[in-house]
């Protein structure tokens, strides 16, 4: 029979929000963190200004261990926020416009929002988790829309479809689908198909699944979502949140991990996946305009044999660490617009693929001078029109070990291996330059 959506033990579900309290971002307007940011991080609208993120991540984790109900979520997170003066409707500064507008802080209906949202999300995000390993049991999934009342048109219209697990309709309509959405999925095996005389949908048919124009008026951008979903939902919770984990459960380990042992998975694909998610969540915040920086960190890959060897043979000890970390400060300061318009830039593709670039390089060098490892790509560019124009066939990423640099801002100076910057070159100029060496293959 169809498995039901409640009654499991929630464990994936509080890994993944206990992973979402390592990045809390206070923020101002709930468009300010878009979708998939929300897999990664823990954020309230309208908390920019105070200290109450701590106290609402704290009770929305109790609640979702099961420590506290709601009644007391509401009873003992309302006092505190009272106490920080978090509540009703004030006067405060929006960051972005530096205007003072009057805000709805605190109230009864926002922490209901809150505990909804957060803790459906997490269980939908742990359910995916559950749902992943029994794939090839019950290899389909069953869209139920509650009917209730306040139901949307298109989430009664969606009830009922039935679509494989990998089918490309649950990257964006997996519940839920948007504020207080309680709509679910089942799971079904091929033998619940013909007991309940069900059939598998036909996704070409399914009604109101077309993107439709929204403008964020944040900001003024205009972009596609999918019709029936409010925008900030418009991702797989559950996939999105498993691959946010993952990357940041990898990327400590990686931090932590002996950097001889880091080596032997310095070309692993796995580690480039892992990466891959938050990259694209990166690239998205650094081309939003005014860009919040210092936010975001993601580790990309780690040195190989031949890079410590290096390493070690110029300053006579190994690094501190083997693993290599981009940082939004960087990724904004490699595709910056004047770098862009002289064709000096890697290309948007290259820098959120780039695990999978450092994982299967062309070649590494070793600039003498600057004691630095440039990874070496044939160019993704198109060739510019303009035959006047030089075509820079390769991309380089410059990699510097042991270096003082801000990760989050707000911290102090960390020793670590980051990506310092990225572009692209005429081949000779990097094969042939005496400066460089090549140490890989």
Same mark, same amino acid.
């Given at each position: 029979? +169809?498995?039901?959506?409640?009654?499991?033990?929630?464990?994936?579900?509080?890994?993944?929000?206990?992973?979402?309290?390592?990045?809390?971002?206070?923020?101002?307007?709930?468009?300010?963190?878009?979708?998939?940011?929300?897999?990664?991080?823990?954020?309230?609208?309208?908390?920019?200004?105070?200290?109450?993120?701590?106290?609402?991540?704290?009770?929305?984790?109790?609640?979702?261990?099961?420590?506290? @109900?709601?009644?007391?979520?509401?009873?003992?997170?309302?006092?505190?926020?009272?106490?920080?003066?978090?509540?009703?409707?004030?006067?405060?500064?929006?960051?972005?416009?530096?205007?003072?507008?009057?805000?709805?802080?605190?109230?009864?209906?926002?922490?209901?929002?809150?505990? @909804?949202?957060?803790?459906?999300?997490?269980?939908?995000?742990?359910?995916?988790?559950?749902?992943?390993?029994?794939?090839?049991?019950?290899? &389909?999934?069953?869209?139920?829309?509650?009917?209730?009342?306040?139901?949307?048109?298109?989430?009664?219209?969606?009830?009922?479809?039935?679509?494989?697990?990998?089918?490309?309709?649950?990257?964006?309509?997996?519940?839920?689908?948007?504020?207080?959405?309680?709509?679910?999925? &089942?799971?079904?095996?091929?033998?619940?198909?013909?007991?309940?005389?069900?059939?598998?949908?036909?996704?070409?048919?399914?009604?109101?699944?077309?993107?439709?124009?929204?403008?964020?008026?944040?900001?003024? !951008?205009?972009?596609?979502?999918?019709?029936?979903?409010? +925008?900030?939902?418009?991702?797989?919770?559950?996939?999105?949140?498993?691959?946010?984990?993952?990357?940041?459960?990898?990327?400590?380990?990686?931090?932590?991990?002996?950097?001889?042992?880091?080596?032997? =998975?310095?070309?692993?694909?796995?580690?480039?996946?892992?990466?891959? +998610?938050?990259?694209?969540?990166?690239?998205?915040?650094?081309?939003?305009?005014?860009? !919040?920086?210092?936010?975001?960190?993601?580790?990309?890959?780690?040195?190989?044999?031949?890079?410590?060897?290096?390493?070690?043979?110029?300053?006579?000890?190994?690094?501190?660490?083997?693993?290599?970390?981009?940082?939004?400060?960087?990724?904004?300061?490699?595709?910056?617009?004047?770098?862009?318009?002289?064709?000096?830039?890697?290309?948007?593709? !290259?820098?959120?693929?780039?695990?999978?670039?450092?994982?299967?390089? !062309?070649?590494?060098?070793?600039?003498?001078?600057?004691?630095?490892?440039? &990874?070496?790509?044939?160019?993704?560019?198109?060739?510019?029109?303009?035959?006047?124009?030089?075509?820079?066939?390769?991309?380089?990423?410059?990699?510097?070990?042991?270096?003082?640099?801000?990760?989050?801002?707000?911290?102090?100076?960390?020793? =670590?291996?980051?990506?310092?910057?990225?572009?692209?070159?005429?081949? @000779?100029?990097?094969?042939?330059?005496?400066?460089?060496?090549?140490?890989?293959?």
């Amino acid at each position: 029979m +169809p498995i039901e959506p409640f009654g499991l033990p929630p464990l994936e579900a509080i890994k993944l929000l206990k992973a979402k309290g390592f990045d809390k971002r206070p923020t101002f307007d709930w468009r300010d963190m878009w979708s998939k940011d929300h897999a990664a991080a823990f954020t309230v609208a309208k908390s920019s200004g105070f200290d109450i993120l701590d106290d609402v991540y704290k009770a929305v984790l109790e609640a979702q261990e099961g420590k506290i @109900n709601y009644k007391t979520f509401v009873s003992q997170l309302s006092e505190t926020l009272q106490k920080k003066g978090w509540w009703g409707r004030q006067e405060v500064v929006d960051p972005l416009t530096g205007k003072t507008v009057k805000a709805q802080l605190g109230s009864s209906r926002r922490l209901d929002i809150i505990y @909804n949202t957060n803790l459906r999300t997490a269980e939908a995000a742990g359910r995916w988790t559950q749902m992943e390993a029994l794939k090839k049991e019950r290899p &389909y999934l069953r869209y139920v829309c509650m009917n209730l009342p306040n139901s949307r048109d298109e989430h009664k219209a969606w009830h009922g479809t039935i679509l494989p697990k990998d089918d490309p309709w649950w990257e964006t309509h997996y519940p839920p689908n948007g504020w207080n959405c309680k709509c679910t999925v &089942y799971e079904l095996a091929e033998k619940d198909l013909k007991r309940y005389g069900w059939q598998v949908s036909d996704s070409a048919k399914i009604p109101y699944s077309e993107k439709v124009e929204w403008e964020d008026k944040r900001n003024g !951008e205009i972009l596609e979502v999918s019709r029936g979903i409010d +925008p900030a939902f418009d991702y797989n919770t559950g996939k999105v949140g498993i691959e946010v984990h993952s990357s940041k459960v990898l990327g400590h380990s990686l931090q932590n991990m002996n950097v001889e042992l880091a080596a032997q =998975i310095a070309s692993a694909d796995f580690v480039a996946q892992a990466a891959r +998610p938050a990259l694209e969540e990166m690239f998205r915040a650094i081309k939003k305009e005014n860009p !919040e920086l210092g936010k975001r960190q993601v580790v990309v890959g780690a040195l190989n044999e031949a890079m410590l060897k290096q390493f070690e043979k110029a300053f006579g000890h190994a690094p501190s660490n083997g693993a290599i970390i981009l940082t939004d400060y960087r990724m904004a300061h490699l595709l910056r617009s004047d770098k862009v318009e002289r064709g000096a830039a890697i290309t948007p593709g !290259e820098a959120v693929n780039l695990g999978t670039m450092l994982a299967h390089p !062309e070649a590494i060098m070793w600039d003498k001078g600057k004691k630095n490892f440039l &990874y070496v790509f044939p160019s993704t560019a198109e060739k510019p029109k303009d035959k006047m124009k030089v075509f820079r066939d390769k991309s380089k990423v410059v990699v510097e070990v042991d270096a003082k640099e801000v990760i989050i801002e707000g911290e102090k100076n960390k020793t =670590i291996t980051v990506v310092k910057t990225a572009g692209t070159v005429i081949e @000779n100029n990097i094969y042939k330059d005496k400066r460089y060496n090549q140490i890989w293959p």
